[in-house]
């Protein structure tokens, strides 16, 4: 592999929650050891459905998931084969519904919570988390600082390539509370405040960091449409590449390829999306 790239993806967080809320992040660009860009959704801008799209590199109306009640086994090569095909080590601490996407499905319980495959041709180190029951009374979803510790651990026992974190935390407060609210604010900032120690550790353990979301919310907490909260947030980038003008927007489209292009891994026939990093 040329790079090892790191993918973290923080749930459900709008374009201004991000530049208003997370300091670390903010302060990073400042500092030019970031750089950062509006991203926008595909549509439906669904969790399932923009998960699906981040690692295929195709639109939910190609790859056929149309919502989060529409998980199943995708059949389109994503950026864990596309790794893994380059002879790269993958891993992931996600939310089940990416084991489901690109491992196996349906999920089970016992068998892919967590799971070590090194002859796995997609996902060789998994760590998932159901949300089985969750609701606004009862959000179901882990620490954020386990989530973080978790993966730096599959960094530093099995050499990951590639490897992703995905957390539900600020999705699931946004559908709770709403986004212009004390509550959202202070989840923002312990977000902000959890994530940014580990920033500069998996620098210094060589790789490149993508932080980002899969969509935005709106001021109702509901995000699915087209409307710019729903589908806009933010992607900060930390690395050596050069990317494009800082008011570019990018194409959630665009992620796969950009990641397979940076790790040195073949980028599927089926990504049709320009790399945005060069």
């Known amino acids: 592999m040329d790079r090892k790239l790191l993918l973290i993806?923080?749930?459900g967080v709008p374009w201004r929650n991000f530049r208003r809320l997370f300091g670390n992040l903010e302060g990073w660009v400042d500092s030019g050891e970031a750089q950062v860009w509006k991203h926008r959704a595909v549509l439906p801008?669904?969790?399932a459905s923009c998960y699906a799209s981040i690692h295929t590199g195709v639109t939910p109306q190609e790859?056929?998931?149309?919502?989060?009640?529409?998980?199943?086994r995708l059949s389109h090569k994503?950026?864990?084969?596309?790794?893994?095909?380059?002879?790269?080590?993958?891993?992931a601490v996600t939310h089940s519904?990416?084991?489901?996407?690109?491992?196996?499905?349906?999920?089970?319980?016992?068998?892919?919570?967590?799971?070590?495959?090194?002859?796995?041709k997609t996902i060789n180190h998994g760590r998932f988390h159901s949300m089985t029951?969750?609701?606004?009374?009862?959000?179901?979803?882990?620490?954020?600082m386990d989530l973080f510790g978790t993966l730096t651990n599959l960094c530093l026992r099995f050499g990951l390539d590639y490897g992703i974190l995905h957390t539900c935390t600020l999705d699931s407060m946004g559908h709770r509370f709403h986004h212009d609210c004390e509550e959202m604010d202070h989840a923002c900032f312990v977000m902000d405040e959890?994530?940014?120690?580990?920033?500069?550790?998996?620098?210094?353990?060589?790789?490149?960091?993508?932080?980002?979301?899969?969509h935005g919310q709106d001021e109702r907490g509901h995000h699915g449409g087209r409307g710019s909260l729903q589908q806009e947030t933010a992607l900060y980038y930390f690395g050596d590449a050069k990317g494009p003008e800082a008011d570019t927007v990018i194409d959630q489209l665009q992620l796969a390829p950009t990641i397979l292009n940076r790790m040195g891994a073949p980028i599927a026939e089926t990504m049709k999306a320009k790399p945005f990093l060069k």
Do not use: K
């Open 194 to 214: 959890m994530l940014a120690p580990f920033i500069p550790r998996w620098r210094q353990l060589g790789y490149e960091v993508i932080v980002t979301a899969d």
């Open 45 to 47: 801008s669904t969790s």
């Open 97 to 120: 519904y990416w084991s489901q996407f690109f491992n196996r499905h349906p999920f089970d319980y016992v068998r892919d919570i967590e799971y070590d495959e090194p002859e796995s």
């Open 78 to 91: 994503d950026v864990f084969s596309q790794v893994r095909e380059a002879g790269g080590v993958t891993g």
């Open 133 to 144: 029951g969750y609701g606004q009374v009862n959000q179901m979803t882990p620490s954020d």
């Open 9 to 11: 993806i923080l749930d």
């Open 63 to 72: 790859h056929g998931c149309t919502g989060n009640s529409n998980v199943f």
